[in-house]
């Protein structure tokens, strides 16, 4: 096999395609465009299927893949239903979503395989873990019929066994999975379709995050964790199973950072193969004029409604803050931004400058309390996912997040950390901390002025607040000329996040797979003698 092997063919599959839930949607939907510009139209998401909802990023095209889906055995497969169209993001890669319903009454068979095959403890399974491994299988599934379609092969044809691959030369396919939601999708292809090179990412470990979101102490005594027995305590031991071993059978494992590389060799007995960060895709942020009108636009939209929510008229000149992500309130840091907040409103009532006022958006879905408003600092709450049909702003996070001053997102538990890195890109400076993986990494760069890294550890949370509390202040009081230099060199950051700089991880993740495949299907073809 040649160094530089690319696949012939992507697949991947998310729970979040086309489905737009937490951070993992940001990844692939910002990492299409790159993809389709390497690989044009021999890329292919494959998601759930959610009718209304999954349209709102779908456009169905019935006429891609038109032959292959009316030989689809949609009985013998188990799926009701297959839909072809494209992703509604910047490449518009094509995506196949999947109803799986008749699936559930195989749940018992499959899970009897999953552990015969590949010692995935289902038993203790409950929320989430059956829809999710079940979607996994389907996916596999129509990946498997979708590789024999297009590389020419008789979609009916089965082996008896795994020795029986043919002996020619096999075209370059790559599966991708994301989190363990998927992970089945790796364990099924591995069975019946060993041809197809498996890649699985965790964003975030299961463990890693439950530890952390749980109030335990996750880097202080970090060493002396042992995943399983952490899956145990913590009524984790399915889902940590199965994304444990998705990352033993994968032939890539990646993650997204150095700081999650570490849990993944800690808490899953397994080192990754290689960290693919995070990027961004910039066709989403408006350049020269029509950049100003959607800054001007929305800040008219966020003193508009903060008015309204703190029954007064908000200053123009205010400083508006934000922090946004999911309901984690230590993970995310929810926690310390509202105790920064409450330090910040002291500084300001014993300060003998005069200043601004500073309003909070809080937008965090389904945390939905009352505004607050106290000295000069305001906190509304924006308890929605921004997609533009929330009844508030009805506009997207990103027509709103182009208005903000500062943001801050002061995490104890994040592995990437897209909230900042969106921001940056929107040349609108940004706080994170040390233990975001995306903070690791900006502390590392020299255009620091515009990303502020704040040290953080298991024992800090008050000095944590007390800098962030500072830190906005200095914002507050930075000159016009020093805010322009502030925006400038966020921007500058997000500029070296670009996916046109990150996706050669992905290329090398890719060649990491097939030459595991290769030498797999060498060995399928030339069995050793015993």
Known sequence: MTKDKQPDYIFETSWEVCNRVGGIYAVLSTRAASMQAEHPDKVFFFGPGFGAHSDIYFKEDKSLLKKWLSSFDFEQSGLSSVRIGRWKVPGEPIAILLKFDSLWQRKDEIYGWAWSKFRVQSHAAYGDYDESCLFGYAAGIVMENLYHYLTGEAQTAKRSNRQTVKQQAQPAVCMHANEWQTAFAIFYLQDHCPEIATLFTTHATGIGRSIA?????????????????????????????????????????????????????????????????????????????????KRKEAREALLRVAGEKLGGVVPQNALLVAISGRQEWKNKGIDVFAAALDKLAQKIYHSDQPEKEVVAFVMIPYLDRAPARKGKVSAVFVPYYLDGHDPLFGKTYYDLLIGMDVTVFPSYYEPWGYTPLESCAFHVPTITTSLAGFGAWAAQQKDQYGVVVIERNDSNFDQVAEQIATDLLRFDRLCGEDKARARQEAAAVAKKADWKHFFKYYRKAYEIALKKRDNRIEELQNPRLL
């Open 213 to 293: 979101g749980n109030g335990k102490p996750l880097y202080d005594y970090f060493e002396g964790y042992n995943g399983d027995q952490m899956a145990e305590e913590l009524n984790m031991v399915s889902k940590h199973s199965v994304e444990k071993q998705a990352a033993h059978w994968a032939d890539c494992f990646t993650t997204v950072s150095d700081i999650t590389a570490r849990e993944c060799a800690q808490l899953l007995d397994k080192p990754v193969d290689i960290v693919t960060p995070n990027g961004f895709e910039p066709t989403f942020v408006p350049k020269g004029k029509a950049f100003d009108q």
